[in-house]
């Protein structure tokens, strides 16, 4: 939630900033700003999307070559003009952005008022800023030393850049909580929320940990603690390629990204799969492998789609190793007291790795002494960072706020550890794990015919574009897939939709069913495909619209359905990567057939780094 940007150097920021915005606005898009030095410290900031900064700045001599950017998620306060960052010190000598909460701020907001500061906005962001001058000018000491000692003061997460306009080679950074990299250029250093906005310059990278603060001077970047502590940077290679963080003619990211799922399935299974040997080599894991079969329970923790790629884990865990699985909403995990004994092992499941409330869940299981892993897609992500091992996804930068890509590839990689732990605890013989690896090895190939699909379910989805509730059924495996195709509706056309087991719908939801309901039904071949068409035909006889998910070659389902999507037939506990294929297509036409901004749906962040 929220992106920062800056950069010193030799050439022009403002430029470098706003492409730099541009890249991270995925991020939050409400307002934006920027704060260049050209004499005087000049702030420039507009509600709205970077664009309109852009409009602002037309026209206005940005010669600059430090500056901080920012693209906003409103906390506190609306999103409108003042509200934007970045935010001027009482002097206005001092500009400041920043990403995340400060919980104490009304306190110390109050403080910082009795000793005379006066406030613009109505952000905690505001505060740190006051904070910082009122600390630098009371102590007489350095622009690092002020940002050390307010850090001290504050409660809560924060990434912050801050400039000083008597120190034109000069910027201070600092995080808890919220992501921070600084790239390492040549004689030039780029700061960023993530690796987008720096990758074109460089992919030197250094990520600064919590309680870290970074101060670039005069081409020297200075690590401390702080406490005061020097540490070295650990300068890192990045293997990101510029055009996977572009639309690569694709009209949307979301668009591009669904279309990658072929590559991305087959780029995650690469090297980790043996298929003639019954092995799977998970190198995040190496060492702890018994670690993890010897659990007596696993606890998944995880947000939004993620806890729908948990959920399938849940019963590809439980059939494939037999050990008991819980999946939790890490919000709801980290405020329960919940119990955790020795030898629980706790895997936190995040695309960003930056989500809050799973980190603080991780954190918390950490704590009472579970053993705790990640499976992330952010390379270097404060989650990755935290866990004692884990397994990256390799989906690639996924931008679009719909999660997508991320689904499939996290799904794949928890396949994977499942079939790693079964081979563990033999429960599975070498036989049925050979199978399962030879049929995971040909999943890119099926979702690459799933995706042949796009111009069919363009044509379905105009159908229904005017609907105001969608219902999305599915049993066994393809409920969580239920789960996750209503959520994608929801966040990106704003269409109200449900997902359910297909069994639960005559506990309640059938009383919903009448002619204008679109029932999305996932309808493939397994065990419960004869259960699934007698809830299509109580659909049916309620005059609801079905749209069915089935496997190719079904003979039965369209004679009922009104619209009828075929996939190609695999095991069932694989199908959730093909299934969820059609549901992407599906809100994704119907969110562009209703004008909706599908890659940054409103109220919407790609990263969810507040509570
Ligand atoms: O980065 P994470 O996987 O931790 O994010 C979790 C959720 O915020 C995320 O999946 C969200 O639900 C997506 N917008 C869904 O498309």
Redesign the pocket.
Known sequence: MCGIVAYVGDKQAAPIIIKGLKRLEYRGYDSAGIALLNGKLNVYKKQGKVADLEQVLDGKTLNSTIGIGHTRWATHGEPNDVNAHPHYSGSKNLALIHNGIIENYESLKKELISRGHTFDSDTDSEVLIHLIEDIRDNNDCTLGRAVRLAMQQVIGAYAIVVMDKDAPSQLIAARKGSPLVIGVGKGEFFLASDATPIIEYTNEVVYLDDYEIAVINEGELEVKSHKDVPKTPYIQTLEMELESIEKGGYEHFMLKEIFEQSRSIGDCLRGRIYPKDALIKLGGLRKHGNTIANANRIIIV?????WHAGLVAEYIFEELARIPVEVEYASEFRYRNPIINEGDVVFA????G??AD?LAALELAKKKGAHIYGVCNVVGSSIARLTDAGVYTHAGPEIG???TK?FTAQVTVLTLIALMIAKKRNSLSDEAIKELSRELESVPEKVAIALENAAEIEKISAVYKDAKNFLYLGRGYNFPVALEGA??LK?ISYIHAEGYPAAEMKHGPIALIDEEMPVVVIATRDSSYDKVVSNIQEVKARKGKIIAVVTKGDALIPSMADHVIEVPDTHPVLMPLVSVIPLQFLSYYIAVMRGCNVDQPRN?AK??TVE
């Open positions: 995880a947000c939004g789609t993620s499941i995040s695309q960003s930056e989500t799973t706020v719909a999660s991320a959520l994608k966040e919407l990263s969810v």
